[in-house]
């Protein structure tokens, strides 16, 4: 049992460039969740998916695209890096809204 | 006015000492309350949950919980250097059962 899977661990990026951070869970919950952690920020809510097939915004959305491919996965789109996008991303599960579990995080860092 | 406040720390603690970790909030509707504990480099990871007013004790842990003084807190029983981390406190804003809003968290150093 895995938990909350996430790839890649690490990424740096071109501004401009694209890339999409892939995030599993094997623990059957409903809701997924994608997070930024920034220095002296905490923990700040992308996007999130109560169920398969429903994706909302968070607190910080812009910039972001997400796909809820089934129960499992739940992905994390950039489509046009920025330096401001410089983070650790986290993506987390819950059954249905109670305790959320945390994957281990990506480390982006855009020049 | 900031949704879920803690002091940011350091709280340094002598190891076998209690810890007391404090969180306040400004939405009298949350209903769901999480302290996490991140080690540096590291994600979060849930040490408790509560959800009604009083305390709930698990191992050296105990969550307090006074609704009518926006308030939860984190007592950490016989310290442990293994304790040092940063504590965050997560709140459930704004009326929805999924947004989870995090405080900034508390740095916790237990010394030997």
């Known amino acids: 049992n895995a938990g909350v899977t996430q790839t890649p661990k690490f990424q740096v990026l071109k501004t401009g460039q694209s890339m999409t951070l892939q995030c599993a869970q094997d623990?059957?919950?409903?809701?997924m969740y994608w997070y930024r952690q920034d220095p002296g920020m905490g923990l700040r809510l992308i996007y999130y998916?109560?169920?398969?097939?429903?994706?909302d915004k968070g607190e910080v959305p812009n910039g972001y695209n997400v796909s809820r491919l089934n129960k499992r996965e739940f992905s994390l789109r950039l489509e046009s890096a920025a330096p401001s996008q410089t983070s650790v991303y986290f993506c987390?599960?819950?059954?249905?809204?109670?305790?959320?579990?945390f994957g281990p995080g990506t480390r982006l860092t855009v020049t | 006015q900031k949704e879920v406040e803690q002091n940011s720390g350091p709280l340094s603690v002598p190891e076998g000492a209690i810890a007391s970790l404090n969180c306040t909030y400004s939405?009298?509707?949350?209903?769901?309350f999480f302290w996490y504990r991140q080690y540096s480099g590291k994600s979060p990871e849930l040490i408790m949950s509560i959800y009604s007013n009083g305390d709930k004790e698990d191992g050296r842990f105990t969550a307090q919980l006074n609704k009518a003084s926006q308030y939860v807190s984190l007592l950490i029983r016989d310290s442990q250097p293994s304790d040092s981390a940063t504590y965050l406190c997560?709140?459930?804003?704004?009326?929805?059962?999924?947004?989870?809003?995090f405080g900034k968290g508390t740095l916790l150093t237990v010394n030997p």
């Open positions: 998916s109560a169920s398969e097939g429903t994706t």
């Open positions: 623990m059957n919950h409903n809701s």
């Open positions: 997560a709140v459930n804003i704004g009326g929805s059962n999924y947004k989870l809003t």
């Open positions: 987390a599960s819950s059954v249905l809204s109670y305790e959320q579990y």
């Open positions: 939405d009298r509707g949350s209903q769901s």
